[in-house]
């Protein structure tokens, strides 16, 4: 069983966030439990939960330097549809 992954919203992770210190295999989100429950905060992402759910939307990495490492969308990933970006 995969658990979503609070950046992308894609079932990626081994374990239910937070505090796992998983990274999602789709958009690089390293699971941080204090950026989990403070998303406006920095911690092990260099960026905010909030702002690396815009930058997955625009880019489809949570930093700019993931682009390169992020994956495809394909049939090995699936969206959680409860899943909701926040703002």
Same mark, same amino acid.
């Given at each position: 069983m *995969?658990? %979503?992954?609070?950046?992308?919203?894609? *079932? %990626?992770?081994p374990e239910e966030p937070s505090d796992t210190f998983y990274i999602c295999r789709m958009c690089g989100w390293e699971d941080d439990g204090v950026q989990f429950h403070n998303p406006d905060l920095g911690g092990a992402n260099k960026v905010s939960l909030k702002q690396?759910? *815009?930058n997955f939307i625009k880019f489809g990495a949570s930093e700019e330097r993931f682009v390169k490492n992020g994956r495809k969308l394909n049939e090995e990933y699936i969206k959680d549809p409860n899943w909701k970006q926040l703002l």
């Open positions: *995969k658990y %979503t992954c609070p950046c992308c919203g894609y *079932k %990626t992770l690396a759910q *815009k």
